[in-house]
């Protein structure tokens, strides 16, 4: 049946305009002007014939056996699951292996060639019809680029499922029940954003001549954890205003929160990838990767700043005019919906300012879901004092198994693995692993300088060097020939080349060896052997992929140290070198960048301890992702490192907000410090981890190797940088540097205690509020001093008096600006207790010593500029 199959293949045509070409037209040829093939089709051959005329004598042996001219061949990576008789004769064989080896010459050779494997994949697949009983795994030299990019079409209806979920959970995350300040529209145009900036990194990559690669899909991924994070980040500052301002001082003072560690993380990003899209990265589909990553992160920037600020704006006109968040209508007061039915009214759910009660600190915001998880429940709870132990615990077991993982990190060679599933290539790497792992590739061992080969001393070093292989060697054979014949291996330098020449390769059984040595003939006619070669195949294990690396580094290691000098080669060798070379370096070069910039910044930030607080976080998180990728499977490949890569920005852009937040704090405790933090940035990382992690969970449905290690890298990364957000640094800092050290109160000169400040403008200001302090002193038989603008008045308190400022301000004829300033001369009387600013009459007053005053009062119609 395998005759007859490379009959088949070898009357394969390819039609051209006036000829027709077949495997004998584009073969590679041998030096008798035939078609090279493999030796196994000859021992079939020989065995279909020995069958046919019944001889019993023809046997086959493994790995190496004769042919019936005498000819020694090597069948250990042609025949696979072999049994074996007694002195290696060959039982039975589970699988059989056939080369067909095309020229490369010129373009139309090159074209016809490629014809040429599509009509042999076909072949093979008829075949296989026909013989069911037989499977067959026909396999070219495009199979793997085919089988890569197929990626992307087996990917596109979970992507767009993904895209789906992340659109609503991004919607839902940026809604709340308040109809007026629920921002539905900015979750969408966040996403439209993001689409944006990838589709310009997309058109300007294709523009200049770059190729597409499955890789690509990660960078939407990349996207989604940036670009969302920041546009969560800017509605979250805008929480924070004050609903009384103008848009424009809210636009101001959401861009002035949030903008600098937006600008700080695409820097990290630009830097990181931009050095992954290097000459120094030599993995191409690496390189491309980063820079299309690069191109799309800074175009994802001007887009935030431009079009989802310009959203932003006006989705704030929508909100201060009262308009629906969703239909952009105006909303009725409650009172004019008292006879809608109860679903209209929870459609048009809106609170409204004059609906807050006097003295409320009405914050209309905390209506939202995760702003009231994050502020009522999980923030005493992760800094409460039983939880902390938990989990540093729990922080302690997250390190062994990540340790547990590190130690049996290993690299990925597996082709398989850049693949669709269901593909010729992923079946083909099965059969192999499978079949023909028990010997490695053949190995050339080339000796490339004139050696005494007659020398009987030279000879034992070659022959030890090649200890431990199967040898398919000139070498060997020759000096086995001598023996044989009761020759001495010792002869003299003539008469063993001339043997050599005019004896051993005229032999039919060795004339193949001709083309493994070559001759030069010196100026008074002495031949000397000038360079040769010899094949080497070693035994390996299935289950031990490193043992090849060993193998060839042992090798190298040999020709640089060893008297004969020689090098080793198999085609093999040059994906393995550049890749077990080049495999770390974008991620080593992006580590070595991303400390070197976060060194730098140390100097220019508020606090260097943010960058070391940083620096530890990202050890930690990339440290845990390395070890649970490990322990889940992945190796150390071109896309696991991408995402590495990624990983350090991912963490960098979710822990730098609450690092900065909290080393920046003063005058409360860390725990206080903890809680804020989490407080002002906890949302917007939270929303930006649910929306990534719905865009996630589509791709593990995906029938492609490549996506699968995508999708458990990308989720690790999330998981444990969410981890480490949530959990692990509020609980860490609360017992760990920054300290919080309560500033002492300052002294004016004189002694004098500076207790309130206001400022009142004139009525054209912009700043409107509808409230003023009212200050409440209470002190003993003292002297109260008031600064009105360069002049002084003093008034005398009587036991307890309440001092109203707007009081104050009527005995002024001015209306410019007025500048208060309350102090205390002395303090040295006692005040009183109780509510005093709600009464004026007389009350005990105890003996200490320090000023009391407190309240808050409504005055309609005054302004502020600053309270």
């Known amino acids: 049946m395998r005759v007859n199959l490379h009959a088949a293949v070898t009357r394969i045509q390819v039609p051209r305009p006036g000829f027709n070409y077949t495997f004998a037209h584009i073969c590679i040829l041998n030096n008798d002007k035939t078609c090279i093939v493999d030796d196994i089709v000859h021992v079939l051959e020989e065995l279909k014939n020995a069958r046919a005329t019944n001889r019993t004598n023809f046997a086959i042996t493994y790995p190496i056996t004769h042919l019936k001219d005498g000819r020694a061949v ?30 490369s010459i010129n373009s139309l050779n090159d074209m016809v060639a490629e014809r040429w494997e599509s009509s042999f994949c076909d072949t093979v697949r008829l075949f296989q019809k026909s013989n069911s009983k037989v499977k067959m795994y026909p396999y070219t030299s495009s199979s793997l680029r085919e089988d890569f990019q197929k990626t992307s079409r087996v990917s596109e209806r979970y992507l767009v499922t993904s895209l789906i979920l992340v659109v609503t959970m991004a919607i839902l995350c940026c809604s709340m029940q308040d109809c007026v300040r629920s921002k539905p529209w900015l979750g969408l145009l966040g996403l439209v954003t993001i689409s944006l900036a990838t589709l310009t990194a997309a058109g300007i990559i294709n523009l200049t001549g770059g190729k597409y690669n499955s890789t690509f899909l990660g960078v939407p991924f990349v996207m989604l954890g940036h670009g969302l994070y920041g546009t969560f980040e800017m509605l979250s500052s805008w929480r924070k205003t004050r609903e009384d301002q103008h848009v424009k001082e809210r636009t101001a003072a959401v861009y002035a929160d949030s903008m600098l560690s937006f600008s700080l993380t695409t820097a990290m990003y630009l830097v990181t990838f931009g050095i992954g899209a290097s000459p120094f990265t030599n993995i191409e589909a690496a390189r491309i990767f980063c820079c299309n990553s690069c191109i799309a992160i800074f175009f994802n920037y001007l887009y935030v700043l431009s079009f989802y600020g310009s959203s ?13 968040s969703i239909f952009c209508r105006k909303v009725p007061k409650p009172e004019a919906l008292q006879e809608k039915p109860a679903w209209y009214r929870f459609l048009l759910t809106a609170r409204f300012s004059e609906d807050t009660a006097d003295g409320e600190e009405a914050n209309t915001y905390e209506s939202h879901l995760l702003v009231c998880f994050l502020k009522r429940y999980y923030c005493d709870w992760i800094t409460n004092t039983y939880v902390k132990p938990f989990v540093v615990l729990f922080y302690l077991i997250y390190i062994s198994f990540a340790l547990m993982g590190y130690l049996q990190v290993s ?20 059969a192999q692993q499978k079949y023909f792992s028990n010997y490695s590739p053949v190995i050339g061992f080339y000796i490339y300088e004139s050696i005494e080969y007659w020398n009987t001393s030279v000879q034992e070093d070659v022959l030890e060097y090649t200890k431990g292989f199967v040898r398919i060697s000139w070498f060997e054979s020759y000096l086995n020939y001598l023996r044989k014949l009761n020759v001495s291996t010792g002869l003299p330098k003539k008469n063993f080349t001339d043997m050599l020449r005019n004896s051993f390769l005229k032999a039919p059984q060795f004339s193949h060896f001709q083309e493994d040595i070559i001759f030069s003939k010196k100026y008074n006619d002495e031949v000397d052997v000038v360079a040769s070669r010899m094949f080497l195949v070693a035994k390996t ?59 730098f910044s140390a100097f220019l930030v508020a606090d260097s301890l943010i960058n070391v607080w940083l620096t530890l976080t990202v050890v930690s998180v990339e440290f845990g992702v390395i070890g649970f990728m490990t322990l889940w499977k992945v190796q150390l490949d071109c896309i696991s490192v991408l995402c590495l890569i990624y990983g350090i ?62 999708f458990r890298c990308l989720f690790l990364i999330a998981l444990v940088t969410f981890f480490h957000c949530f959990a692990i640094l509020p609980v860490i800092l609360t ?11 300052k002294k004016n000169p004189e002694n004098r205690e500076e207790i309130e400040c206001v400022e009142m403008v004139d009525i054209d200001s912009t700043r409107v509020v509808d409230q003023i302090t009212t200050v409440c002193c209470w002190y003993g038989d003292k002297t109260l001093l008031i600064e009105r603008s ?9 036991t307890v008096q309440t001092i109203r400022l707007p009081e104050l301000l009527q005995s002024s004829s001015s209306k410019q600006g007025l500048w208060f300033r309350v102090f205390t001369i002395s303090s040295s009387s006692p005040t009183p207790q109780g509510d005093a600013c709600e009464s004026s009459g007389q009350q005990k007053q105890p003996e200490p010593q320090k000023l009391t005053c407190s309240g ?12």
């Open 74 to 103: 090597y069948n250990g990576h042609q025949l696979g699951g072999v049994t074996v008789h007694s002195k290696d004769r060959v039982k039975s064989a589970e699988a059989v292996q056939l080369t067909y080896y095309l020229q």
């Open 312 to 324: 932003l704006v006006f989705t704030g006109y929508i909100e201060n005019n009262y308009q629906h």
């Open 411 to 430: 690299e990925g060679s597996d082709l398989s693995n850049i693949v669709a599933t269901a593909t010729q290539t992923i079946e083909y790497t099965t």
């Open 541 to 599: 294990m299935e289950t031990n992929r490193e043992e090849l690396y060993d193998l060839l580094e042992t090798l190298r290691r040999l020709s640089v140290t060893s008297k004969v000098k020689f090098i080793v080669f198999n085609p093999s060798f040059v994906y393995m070198d550049r890749y077990a070379s080049s495999l770390g370096a974008p991620l080593h070069n992006s580590c070595i960048s991303a400390l070197f910039l976060l060194f």
């Open 649 to 710: 920005n991912y963490t960098i852009d979710n822990c730098a907000p609450l690092l900065s937040t909290f080393v920046l704090g003063k005058d409360f405790t860390r725990t206080k410090w903890v809680k804020n933090a989490l407080e002002v940035h906890g949302v917007a990382i939270l929303q930006s981890y649910l929306c990534y992690l719905v865009g996630l969970i589509p791709l593990a449905a995906v029938p492609s190797n490549l996506t699968c290690t995508l």
């Open 735 to 745: 017992f760990l540097p920054p300290s919080k050290k309560k500033r002492k109160e």
């Open 790 to 798: 360069a002049a002084k008045a003093e008034i005398a308190l009587s």
């Open 856 to 867: 808050m009062a409504i005055t309609h119609g005054l302004k502020l500029s600053q309270l």
